[in-house]
């Protein structure tokens, strides 16, 4: 990326403080104002949906439609539920009073949180830098957002159309890479949403804890998918193989590989061919319903990670560095211990790992870290049920992959390294919104209250 488009480092305090400024005069307090701001980002996304498919197509040759449904359409729908609902989730809630307090009324506030640091990652640059603004626009929090530099067609496009549709007083992008986060992140912020590596995550964690600023984390992981015997082969192959291929394989939630018995893998390989000619015809790479890499680095990354397997491959393995191109591929017979195995692939290939039993499976995802999303496949209920229990994810999805993350009415958000805490739709408001608890006490009870005042007699404390 040029840098010389990269915010000025000492810019960076001067622009906290006048959001901070404009959040103590009230500026995105009223209700008003937030779903204008709302507006102006529906209008933002709507009047310039041209030049954003641009963008993500210099920046991931995303196919239109994947920017079209992947990126835009769940913006443009989660806003219009926050703007549809925000009077209600706006409102004191009510609380039931203990008797001994039954004449006191008390509510809870929902408060907007202050000055919020929201940074992006490059894989869906706008959906996971623009969907947690809008919740924090909603609870009526004065925003910086940093797109990742990664993506850096995305981070310019909206650089420039931040200034001509959002309030700059309330909302401001501030581009850059580590240098300008390192900055960034030693200021004061009242909450951060950070979207990426794990890695990194633990930088934002320290760095939020010296002003004790609460976080929240959307960070990766390995997401399994878990097989029984009695799935649907072609239906089971096609699921899996779209939200592997979706994006080149570089979601947060697609399914990083699948565990189930020989008998499945067997009947998955005949499949898998099938399943991709269907899709991508035969010459993968002049399709142009399929994405690239994001730069050279993770080209080379995962091209590594592909060279070491001791796996078979079974479908795709074409690759070519100069076009970023990598062809969705199915690994079998994955040993335990392979490179596949090591870290998150985030990209096109799909190892399969053979189990005798669910039982293995599940102990085998239990040894590693906490995923971002489980896939449990059965038709049985039970065996759904069964894995469910024993397996612990921030989300998860039963027969298909990836689309519970489409649901906003579903909070979103990892467990462990996966990350912590949640966001989208109503859950995006209250991770912005502090709940203040307050309770009013008016001046005429006080004759009924004269018995909490000491001197404390026994006529006073009997219950
Ligand atoms: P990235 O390189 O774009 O980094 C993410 C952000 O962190 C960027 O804004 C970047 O500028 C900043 N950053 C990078 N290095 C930094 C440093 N040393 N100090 C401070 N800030 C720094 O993206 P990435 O890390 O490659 O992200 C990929 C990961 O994100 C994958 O693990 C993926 O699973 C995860 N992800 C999670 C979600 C989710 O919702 N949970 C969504 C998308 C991606």
């Excluded at 779903?35 to 993500?56: D, G, R, T």
Aim: glycine fraction near 6%.
């Amino acid at each position: 990326m040029d840098d010389s488009i990269y915010t000025k480092i000492d810019e960076i305090p001067q622009i906290i403080q006048q959001l901070r400024k404009s959040f103590s005069e009230r500026l995105t307090k009223p209700i008003e104002y937030r779903k204008n701001q709302l507006h102006q980002v529906y209008k933002l996304l709507s009047e310039n949906e041209e030049q954003i498919i641009q963008a993500l197509a210099n920046d991931l040759s995303k196919p239109k439609a994947e920017s079209l449904v992947g990126e835009l359409m769940i913006l443009k729908q989660e806003i219009a539920e926050i703007v549809n609902n925000l009077d209600d989730w706006v409102k004191p809630e009510k609380v039931t009073m203990p008797l001994s307090l039954k004449m006191n009324q008390s509510y809870i506030r929902k408060d907007p949180k202050g000055i919020v640091l929201i940074i992006g990652t490059w894989n869906y640059p706008m959906l996971v830098l623009l969907s947690p603004f809008i919740g924090a626009i909603a609870a009526g929090c004065t925003v910086i957002c940093k797109p990742s530099e990664v993506a850096s067609h995305s981070a310019s496009l909206l650089a420039e159309l931040f200034p001509k549709y959002l309030d700059q007083n309330a909302y401001r992008i501030i581009q850059g890479g580590p240098t300008e986060m390192t900055k960034l992140l030693e200021q004061r912020f009242d909450h951060i949403f950070y979207t990426g590596s794990s890695a990194v995550g633990k930088i934002i964690m320290t760095a939020a804890a010296k002003h004790l600023t609460p976080v929240t984390l959307e960070l990766g992981g390995k997401s399994p998918a878990i097989m029984s015997k009695d799935v649907d082969i072609m239906i089971t192959a096609r699921r899996i193989l779209w939200s592997k291929a979706y994006n080149c394989g570089q979601t947060c939630i697609a399914p990083d590989y699948i565990l189930c018995e020989r008998s499945v893998q067997s009947a998955l390989i005949e499949a898998f061919p099938k399943v991709l000619a269907e899709m991508y015809g035969t010459e993968i790479q002049k399709n142009n319903s399929y994405a690239r890499i994001i730069n050279q680095r993770h080209f080379d990354r995962i091209q590594t990670l592909l060279n070491g397997t001791k796996g078979r491959i079974v479908a795709g393995g074409d690759t070519d560095r100069n076009d970023l191109f990598i062809a969705p591929t199915i690994v079998a017979d994955v040993p335990k211990d392979d490179t596949l195995m090591e870290s998150e692939i985030f990209g096109p290939i799909l190892p399969i790992v053979v189990v005798d039993s669910i039982d293995e499976a599940i102990e085998f995802v239990n040894r590693g870290e906490v995923p971002l999303a489980l896939y449990p496949f059965s038709k049985n209920n039970d065996t759904i049920e069964y894995i469910l229990d024993r397996v612990q994810s921030g989300g998860a999805c039963i027969n298909d992959c990836m689309i519970h993350g489409a649901v906003t009415t579903l909070p979103f958000g990892g467990k462990g390294n996966s990350g912590m805490g949640s966001y989208h739709g109503k859950k995006s408001f209250e991770t912005f919104s502090h709940e203040r608890s307050v309770l009013k006490n008016p001046f005429y009870l006080e004759k009924v209250l004269e018995t909490r005042y000491p001197p404390y007699t026994d006529s006073k404390i009997r219950l």
